[in-house]
């Protein structure tokens, strides 16, 4: 086993797991489920068929993460947030067959406590914020927070809050990345 699994997790035959991931104390991966290298899912994790996950994915503890959920390399999942899977769910009405896509773009954060209402594209390197409630489509790079959640700024690849000079340009203080909005959409500068 080229993965660690805690002795009370519980992973379904036909689970595919990559190499060096660490899944702890009692979570559960069901069949189908695909997760990358290099990840670590805390304690209390449900994974569900049909889940993809990419590389250096970190899951922390308490998430479910539903059929329809992608989520690209290097998302953070913070503790309790909670995905969804169906838009109008009834107990007495079965709508398996109308699970909707959920997807989280590569270098994304969620914090914890946040809903992330089936059906929306997170963009790479968003920021959503704790406690959030998102219903729609985030750009990349966007920081979102709120009930429902509404976009107060940008964020840079290494996490830190970009605030823009006059010249419309931010430089990241964590890394020194230069960024600059254009068309509405941020961008970093590459010299």
């Known amino acids: 086993m080229s993965f660690f699994a805690h002795e009370t997790a519980v992973i379904d035959p036909g689970a595919t797991i990559g190499e060096g991931t660490k899944i702890w104390h009692f979570s559960h991966i069901m069949s189908g489920a695909v997760i990358g290298r290099y990840c670590n899912l805390g304690q209390n994790v449900f994974v ?4 993809v996950l990419g590389n250096n994915v970190k899951v922390q503890n308490n998430v479910s993460i539903y059929t329809g959920v992608t989520c690209e390399d ?25 699970y909707m896509p959920t997807y989280v ?10 809903t992330i209402v089936c059906g929306v594209s997170i963009g790479a390197y968003a920021f959503i914020g704790a406690g959030a409630l ?3 489509d985030v750009p990349p790079y966007a920081l979102v927070v709120g009930n429902p959640s509404k976009q107060i700024g940008w964020m840079s ?6 605030y823009f000079n006059d010249a419309g340009e931010a430089v ?18 590459i010299s």
């Open 48 to 51: 569900a068929d049909g889940v």
């Open 74 to 98: 290097d998302v953070f999942l913070g503790p309790s947030m909670v995905f969804t899977n169906v838009y109008n769910p009834r107990s007495a009405v079965n709508r398996k067959n109308e």
């Open 105 to 114: 773009g590569k270098g994304a954060t969620i914090g914890a406590n946040a």
């Open 134 to 136: 998102v219903r729609k």
């Open 157 to 162: 690849k290494h996490g830190e809050r970009l």
């Open 172 to 189: 990241c203080p964590g890394s020194g990345a230069l960024y600059r909005i254009v068309q509405g959409k941020l961008q970093e500068v």
